[in-house]
T-cell receptor
Framework: GQQVMQIPQYQHVQEGEDFTTYCNSS?????IQWYKQRPGGHPVFLIQ?????EVKKQKRLTFQFGEAKKNSSLHITATQTTDVGTYFCAGHTDKLIFGTGTRLQVFP | DGGITQSPKYLFRKEGQNVTLSCEQNLNHDAMYWYRQDPGQGLRLIYY???????QKGDIAEGYSVSREKKESFPLTVTSAQKNPTAFYLC????????????FGEGSWLTVV
């Protein structure tokens, strides 16, 4: 079946360090979305990428969609404690499949 | 305010009992979803509905049932057949096309005691 895997599963960083999570699909995606879930909260939509090779930025966050539309990455520059949470990618084929998530912990 | 309302937020159930989790949306969305999230894990799709009076099984539908009698409402029943029901349950909705984003409710914590 269709799978969307994310690595790493966990990441602990010192405040100010960079962070990257990678998302890989077993099938070609029509688009990919990213969500953030704060501890104890619910997932909140961050961004959607549609085009092959697309790159989008939101302040310190950079999102990239691979040329083959089977992988994506989220990079956070100079992490802050407010970045703590679990980041999910979600790939769209005939349905939306969520990745396994990367839990980010930021130490002050 | 527009959004998705789940209730109850916390629920305790005795083994062998059915429980129903409520989900209501006033976003006029056609599609609604139920996901299960276990501690430290991702989201697994239980059921989804793209239109009133129609719904499909997701990846882990066994032991669950749903109904979609109204566009705004998509209740989930966790039956006694669900062997390990303790989890965080998330309801979500979207407009229903392929470029949709999904909006989540605040979730319901179910604990079997």
């Amino acid at each position: 079946g269709q799978q969307v895997m994310q690595i790493p599963q966990y990441q602990h960083v010192q405040e100010g360090e960079d962070f990257t999570t990678y998302c890989n699909s077993s099938t070609t995606l029509s688009n990919i979305q990213w969500y953030k879930q704060r501890p104890g909260g619910h997932p909140v939509f961050l961004i959607q990428l549609v085009k092959s090779g697309e790159v989008k930025k939101q302040k310190r966050l950079t999102f990239q969609f691979g040329e083959a539309k089977k992988n994506s990455s989220l990079h956070i520059t100079a992490t802050q404690t407010t970045d703590v949470g679990t980041y999910f990618c979600a790939g769209h084929t005939d349905k939306l499949i969520f990745g396994t998530g990367t839990r980010l912990q930021v130490f002050p | 305010d527009g959004g998705i309302t789940q209730s109850p937020k916390y629920l305790f159930r005795k083994e062998g009992q059915n429980v129903t989790l409520s989900c209501e949306q006033n976003l006029n969305h056609d599609a609604m979803y139920w996901y299960r999230q276990d501690p430290g894990q991702g989201l697994r799709l239980i059921y989804y509905s793209q239109i009133v009076n129609d719904f499909q099984k997701g990846d882990i539908a066994e032991g669950y049932s749903v109904s979609r009698e109204k566009k705004e409402s998509f209740p989930l029943t966790v039956t006694s057949a669900q062997k390990n029901p303790t989890a965080f349950y998330l309801c979500a909705s979207s407009k229903g096309d392929s470029l949709d984003t999904i909006y989540f409710g605040e979730g319901s914590w179910l604990t079997v005691v």
